[in-house]
């Protein structure tokens, strides 16, 4: 039963793994730009909750009506005023930018929050859980977190098989140059894909803040475990994204069961694992690009 | 036709290249001279600049010849940290005898490394070394017998050991260090040389057509990954011979050994050996600058680097060799017309003697 | 801007770049409203390039290209395409992620108004209709072609660029794609057609321009063209 648990509590934990995927997956599959500020940008969405919160004594949950536009807006903003400028043939550019620019965000949240840890109150529903049988209880909001992957990725499949921008994101991803000759505004699209996933980290990142303690330097750490979940999922498919989360949440907490340090070593041992047997992950986009 | 030809010869040396290595051989006596009449705390500066600069060459070889985007070579930097410590402490080893050892040792582990990231192409590289760091770091602090997560010092016994008294201990780390900074200067210029050399810049400037040519770039680049861990297992022994401690999170340190590498390679220039050497003296100048005003001295270093991507990619060195045509390592091979053997039109000669 | 056919696309002194290397050098072309005009030249004559420039996918100056009495030279490939030109691109260059209908609806991403929708371009062309959740490469060279032009028409362009339409299929194909030629003219586009099949380009065109080495080396109608003059300006002497 001990095991049942810590498995449930992995996947749950999964979920929000998919979250910080999420992301990064889109923003590959669209403009094939790799993030590295991803991770400290979702912290900067758990600061600018903290912020929020503090300053006007909202629910972390309610704040989110500011804070997802306002990433959005920042995604939108960081995508035609920089990052647009790095892509093309060449990966070095978008790496060292978006990786000078994750130095620049740890640092000035450094200065501004100080290196203390911090944590967003969100009264009872920090605590309130579910009972299943005697040893097994499952925390409403890890579940709340899990379900909220699960509809943001619905969501986000729908957006891209459903309307007109999703298929303009697609027409984009195989062949921008194809796709200006419809009308399609690259730079602007490639915008709205950055506004997108930075309105997911929102959510990521506010959720994270309420689950565990956060400070500047975790940044990093929450890429690594974005990327990982990406790649045990598959490239280019979201439904594998959110498996990939589950199976790092759950090696995580298997690890964690083993010993005391091992938890986030057991992750990374887990992604180094498919790695090495299933190099494409474990649900591969067939179509071949 | 054939006496034509005869004129055109291949050449590398340029002037610069010729004036810059009497700069340097005159520049490097200066150096090694100086524990005789210099400060010690100018030494200690002079050893951090000398290992930079080493990780930065080695750096720049991975990234700006061989297309290797590495965030990960903290791993290697911290194996061979470490590596000092267990043949020091553990097997009895000199210090100094040590360093190579290390060296040694973190290319060893580069193998089974190689192995697991190159599976991930272009920026999945990238991360992919990180989290192998990570690994390495979350391991080494599992390991009690190295101290844990809090880490490890050199015992006095060892730390003695490595030259009679204060003054030559001190000495000859800083030697050390330069004999380090020249070497990874030196190894990289004559890897790009060499064979290997042409093989690495056909990499650079084109992946498909350098394969479609019978470059093998994997084992090319295997290679050159397998190089650097070993030049960055040697220099993070060096690292932590003058730290005389050592811990996961100093070992393994993503801003340290990686963060600021890049942005060195980066400002200075990246694909050439002069860009890092630029970018070492910008780096330390930017240092002792903004040393009172905290984290942002990081701020301003990150926002340099983004923005001398952005808007000259080539870097502070790539711009002055634009300028005034400079090249101090001529490490490209350049088609030089040669007058002596021109047998041909006797103006020619004299129209190429009047140009400076 | 001449009474008639008063002008739509006109191009002065248009000159194009790959890096160093020179495409275009200088070339002067008018095209009437209604107005079918080819482009025949041989291999590397510069009449894909040409097409490339106008629709901004080269860059070129402002003055350089005019469309409908308006510089375009300056403007982005998009902003282009949203004024009313569209191009079937050489190779067809469907979207391998998108089925035939999302193709063809995201030809219709500019919103312009028209005759064009996508009951229209199913009539034209009814097996786009049948194979319309296929995914745009899984389909045969002619049926692609067919997606393309359909893709293209779906923007209701005032103006219509062809590249090859006939590239690399078989002659029964090519015919049924000249064939609708005259419908999409008779719902009054304009169209630029770019050929090597010299036959087929002279037996649809009002007129013909005829490019070698980046210039234009003779123009005319059909049948003002001797067998000898195209023959000369096609492939030099």
Known sequence: MEWLDAIIQGVLLGGLYALFATGLSLIFGVMRLVNIAHGDLIVLAAFLGLAMVNGTGVHPLISLIVIVPVMAGIGYALQRGILNLTLGRDILPPLLVTFGLSIIIQNVLLEVFSADTQRLKAGALETASIAIGEQIAIGWFPLIVFL???GVIAILQLVLFRTRLGTAFRATSDDHETAALMGIDNRHVFALAMALALAVVALAGTFMAIRTNFSPAIGPARLLYAFEAVIIGGLGSLWGTLAGGVILGVAQAIGAKFHPGGQILAGHVAFLIVLVLRPNGLFPRTRDR | MSEDAAAYRVARGTAASRYGALVAVAGLAVLISLPFWGGRADMRTIVEIAYYLAL???????????????????AFLGLGGYALFVFAIHAGVHPLAAIPLAGIAAALFAVPTAFIVFRLRGAYFAIGTWVVAEVY???????????????ISLPAAVVKGIAAGRMWRETTIYWTGLAIAVGAIALVYLLLRSRHGLALTAIRDSEEASGSLGVDNFRTKIWVYIVAAFGTGMVGALVFLTKLRISPEAGFNVIDWTANVIFIVVIGGIGTIEGPIVGVIVFFVLRELLADFGSWYLIVLGAAAVLMMLRAPQGIWGLIAERFDLRFFPVQRRLVFDPASFSFVAETQEEDKRKP | ??????????????????????????????????????????NGAGKSTFLRSVVGQLPSEREQVTFEGEPIGHLPAHEIVRRGIALVPEGRLLFPSLSVEENLRLGAYGKRAGPWRIERVHELFPVLRERRATPGTRLSGGEQQMCAIGRALMSNPTLLLC????????????????????????????????????NQALSVADRVYCFQEGRVSLQGRPDELSREDVATAYFGV
């Not at chain 3, 008063?6 to 248009?14: F, I, P, S």
């Not at chain 3, 002659?171 to 009054?188: C, D, F, K, N, T």
């Open chain 1, 148 to 150: 909220s992957a699960v």
């Open chain 2, 56 to 74: 930065a060459q080695l750096w720049n070889l991975l990234a700006g010849y061989a297309g290797l985007v590495s965030v990960g070579q903290q």
């Open chain 2, 137 to 151: 770091m979350l391991s080494f602090a599992q390991i009690s017998a190295l101290g844990g997560g809090s880490g």
């Open chain 3, 1 to 42: 801007m001449s009474a008639a056919p008063e002008t739509v696309l006109e191009t002065a002194d248009l000159t194009a770049f790959y890096g160093d290397f020179q495409a275009l050098f200088g070339i002067d072309l008018h095209v009437g409203r209604g107005e079918t005009v080819a482009i025949i030249g041989a």
């Open chain 3, 163 to 198: 590249d090859e339409l006939s590239l690399g299929l078989a002659p029964v194909i090519i015919r049924q794609l000249y064939a609708v030629l005259p419908v999409i003219v008779s719902e009054g586009t304009t169209v630029v057609v770019v050929e090597q099949d010299i």
